[in-house]
């Protein structure tokens, strides 16, 4: 399968503990998303990568949030001292930028529960 | 700020009659995509309309971007069961890259 990967598929806490996600883009993709996504409601808009780079972070996202793409391949999510309000469905998705074109291609995402 | 509201939130059919999400925004839009989430499933990629007044068709699906780049529809003609599913409205708006989607519009069939 040459998809989106995403590891674990569920994570179950203790409010205070740290988590760390992973994501699998399609190798050839050179942009890399992560969204936060609440029953009922559209993804939302963490962070992105091009190749290794940090682009742009939602201003809405916590200092506990942190995202690295180290070789430009993978990339994980932290999340540290987790809250309640954290729980939610943890979405990937990645993409081959160029100029006018944006095809988003998700994972399977990460459901974190937070107790 | 940038944000795109989508109605409605709930549509139910019967199977045969026809559906149509809209996507509003107050502000121009680069350009906007479509996905399609089933029950339990992730985003899934349909379309993405860049032009003004650009109409784009796929099977039973129209898709259109309105003139100002400020609004978006989404047609299915002679529903199917098998196009249950909520459908996203993701928008880039001029100068950044990032999608911002809508609060997706859940539809669902009576066979």
């Known amino acids: 399968d040459t998809g989106v990967s995403q590891d674990p598929r569920h994570k179950i806490t203790k409010r205070g503990q740290n988590v760390t996600f992973r994501c699998d883009p399609i190798?050839?993709?050179?942009?890399l998303y992560w969204y936060r996504q609440t029953l009922g409601q559209g993804p939302e808009f963490l962070t992105y990568?091009?190749?290794?780079?940090?682009?742009?972070k939602s201003r809405l996202l916590s200092d506990r949030f942190s995202a690295e793409r180290p070789k430009g391949s993978f990339s994980t999510l932290e999340i540290q001292r987790t809250e309640q309000g954290d729980s939610a469905m943890y979405l990937c998705?990645?993409?081959?930028?160029?100029?006018?074109?944006?095809?988003?291609?998700f994972g399977p995402g990460t459901r974190l529960t937070v107790l | 700020g940038q944000q795109v509201m989508q109605i409605p939130q709930y549509q139910h059919v019967q199977e045969g009659e026809d559906f149509t999400t809209y996507c509003n925004s107050s502000?121009?839009?680069?350009?906007i995509q479509w996905y399609k989430q089933r029950p339990g499933g992730h985003p899934v990629f349909l379309i993405q309309?860049?032009?003004?007044?650009e109409v784009k068709k796929q099977k039973r699906l129209t898709f259109q971007f309105g003139e100002a780049k400020k609004n978006s529809s989404l047609h299915i003609t002679a529903t199917q069961t098998t196009d249950v599913g909520t459908y996203f409205c993701?928008?880039?708006?001029?100068?950044?890259?990032?999608?911002?989607f809508g609060q997706g519009t859940r539809l669902t069939i009576n066979p």
């Open positions: 190798s050839e993709h050179n942009r």
């Open positions: 998705a990645s993409s081959f930028w160029t100029s006018g074109s944006g095809e988003q291609f």
């Open positions: 309309l860049v032009k003004s007044g």
């Open positions: 502000t121009t839009l680069s350009n």
């Open positions: 990568f091009q190749n290794e780079a940090q682009l742009e």
């Open positions: 993701a928008a880039s708006f001029q100068g950044a890259q990032k999608l911002v």
